[in-house]
C-alpha cells in the first residue's frame, strides 16, 4: 500500500466516526506522506496539528491498527503551502442559503424507521414540512450513533431544497468558539445579528454550552428573538434537558418549551434493514448470513454498524477478495468478540430444539414424527460435524443403543444440504447461531 492509498482507508475509518465538520476542518487539509516508519501528515500551520492531535490522533491510530500497520508512528509537519478551501466557500451551501456544513447524504430516504426512533422520525418531518407551527423548539437527545445528526441534516436538506429559507447550522462547539472569536475580534454584535437574521437554527449537540456561562447567555438572547418570531429552533443533544447539570434554569426551561423527543437503539430487525439500505447506497454486495451476523453482534450503535461494514469494503477492496464469512469473522474480530467457543452435544441439542420450537427432551425421545425426527437428524449430524465425540459416544447422549443411527442421520442431512441450497443455508445458520450464540 503507498501512502495514499493508506490515507484513503484512515479517512474511509474516520468518516464513521468524525462528525462532518471535524472530517471537514482536520482531515480534509492534510497532505500524507510515507518515510520509513512513519506516516508523515502535513498541514498548513501549528492550528492544524493542533486540532488534529486533539479530536483525530487517537482515532488514527486505532484505525492503523485495525489496518494491520500498527508499526506506523504518526509525525507532524506544518507544510504552508498547503491550500485551504473554506467550508463556506463551496458553492453547494451558499447556493442554497445554508451558513454551516450539512451533509447531503444525510436525507429522510435514507432514514430507516424502525420504533426506536419512529418518534423523532416524526417529529422531524412535521417540522420539515412546516417549520415553526408547532414543535418549537424541537429537542432530540439520545446516545451516540443513533441518528441525531442524521435527521436535522434531513430536515436542513428538505427546507434548503425548498429555497424558502435562511438556515445555519452549527454543533455546540462551533457555536461556542464563534462567540469566543467574535469577543476577542469585537465583532459580538455582527455575530448577534446574523444569527438574529435566519429562519432555522440548528445546533447540533447543544450538551456542549454546559457550564459555559457567556455561550448560554448569548444563546438565550438568540434564541428567545428567534422563538418571538416563529422561527424554528432544532437542537441535539446527548441528553434530556434535565440532565445537562451546568445549564442556565431559563434555557432548560425553553429546552422544554417544545418537544423533547428521544432515540433509542435499534432492535435487529431495523439494524438489518439499515444495513441492507447501506449496503444498497453504497451499491455493494453482501451475503444475507454476513449482513444477519453483523446486525446481531453489533447491536449498540448504528454508527459502530456502519463501521464494520466500511471497514468490511474497505478490505475487500484493497485485496480485491469478495466479502465472505471468514474475512467478516477474521477483521472484525474485535467488534464481534467472537470466542472459540467449545461445542457440546448438549449445547447442540438445546439450541436446535429451540430454533425448531420443540422441547430439548426431544431430542432423546423415540418419537418418530417428522416435526421432531428431523430436528433430531440436524442435531445428530451437527453434533458429528462440530464435537470431537465418536459415533458410538454421540449416540449415547441421544439415548440411541448404536451409532447405526446417528451413521444414517449424518449421511441423510448431508444429502439433503447437497441437494436443497435452502436447506443447506438453514444448517448454515445453526451452525453460525451454535458459534456465536
Ligand atoms: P448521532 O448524531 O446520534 O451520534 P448520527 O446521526 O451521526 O448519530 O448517525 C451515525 C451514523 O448512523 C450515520 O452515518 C447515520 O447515517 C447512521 N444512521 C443512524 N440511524 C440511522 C437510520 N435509522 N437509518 C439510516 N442510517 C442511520
Ligand atoms: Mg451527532
Not at 78 to 93: G, N, R
Not at 95 to 113: C, L, M, P, S
Not at 132 to 139: D, I, K, M, S, T
Not at 220 to 234: E, N, P, R, Y
Request: with cysteine; hydrophobic share 40%.
Amino acid at each position: 500500500m503507498d501512502h495514499q492509498q493508506i490515507w484513503e482507508l484512515i479517512k474511509l475509518q474516520l468518516s464513521t466516526q468524525l462528525a462532518p465538520s471535524k472530517m471537514g476542518a482536520w482531515i480534509e487539509p492534510v497532505s500524507p506522506s510515507l518515510e520509513n516508519n512513519q506516516l508523515c501528515l502535513s498541514l498548513p500551520s501549528q492550528f492544524f496539528i493542533d486540532g488534529l492531535k486533539n479530536d483525530c490522533e487517537e482515532k488514527i491510530l486505532s484505525a492503523l491498527k485495525s489496518l494491520n500497520l500498527p508499526h506506523l508512528q504518526l509525525e507532524y509537519r506544518v507544510d504552508t503551502s498547503i491550500i485551504l478551501f473554506p467550508e463556506t466557500q463551496k458553492p453547494a451551501p451558499s447556493a442554497k442559503k445554508i451558513d454551516g456544513f450539512i451533509d447531503e447524504r444525510f436525507t429522510f430516504e435514507n432514514f430507516v424507521v424502525g420504533p426506536s426512533n419512529e418518534f423523532c422520525h416524526a417529529a422531524s418531518l412535521a417540522v420539515a414540512e412546516q417549520p415553526g407551527a408547532q414543535y418549537n423548539p424541537l429537542y432530540i437527545h439520545g446516545g451516540v450513533g443513533l441518528g441525531k445528526t442524521h435527521l436535522i441534516n434531513a430536515i436542513a436538506n428538505q427546507l434548503a431544497a425548498s429555497g424558502n429559507y435562511k438556515i445555519a447550522y452549527r454543533t455546540g462547539e462551533h457555536f461556542t468558539n464563534e462567540l469566543i472569536d467574535s469577543i476577542r475580534t469585537q465583532k459580538t454584535s455582527a455575530f448577534r445579528n446574523k444569527y438574529r437574521e435566519v429562519d432555522i437554527l440548528i445546533i447540533d449537540d447543544i450538551q456542549f454550552i454546559e457550564g459555559k456561562q457567556s455561550t448560554q447567555e448569548e444563546f438565550f438572547h438568540t434564541f428567545d428573538a428567534l422563538h418571538k418570531a416563529k422561527k424554528q429552533i432544532i437542537l441535539t443533544s446527548d441528553r434530556d434537558p434535565s440532565a445537562i447539570k451546568h445549564l442556565a434554569e431559563r434555557l432548560r426551561s425553553r429546552f422544554n418549551w417544545g418537544l423533547v423527543a428521544d432515540i433509542q437503539p435499534p432492535n435487529f430487525e431495523t439494524r438489518m434493514a439499515i444495513l441492507k439500505s447501506k449496503i444498497a447506497l453504497a451499491g455493494i454486495d453482501l451475503d444475507e448470513d454476513i449482513c444477519f451476523l453483523l446486525a446481531s453482534k453489533i447491536t449498540s450503535n448504528v454508527r459502530e454498524l456502519e463501521g464494520a461494514l466500511t471497514r468490511l469494503t474497505a478490505y475487500s477492496k484493497l485485496s480485491r477478495k469478495p466479502i465472505t464469512m471468514e474475512l467478516a469473522q477474521d477483521k472484525l474480530r474485535d467488534q464481534l468478540q467472537l470466542q472459540a467457543k467449545i461445542i457440546s452435544v448438549e449445547n447442540i441439542q438445546k439450541t436446535v430444539a429451540n430454533y425448531f420450537n420443540i422441547r430439548t427432551k426431544d431430542m432423546r425421545s423415540k418419537v418418530r414424527k417428522r416435526n421432531i425426527a428431523y430436528p433430531r437428524q440436524v442435531a445428530m449430524y451437527l453434533s458429528k460435524e462440530l464435537t470431537k465425540m465418536s459415533m458410538p459416544e454421540i449416540a449415547e447422549k441421544f439415548e440411541k443403543k448404536d451409532h447405526t443411527t446417528i451413521l444414517y442421520a449424518h449421511r441423510k442431512i448431508q444429502k439433503e444440504c447437497l441437494e436443497k441450497s435452502d436447506f443447506k443455508q438453514e444448517i448454515q445458520r445453526l451452525i453460525q447461531l451454535l458459534k456465536q450464540g
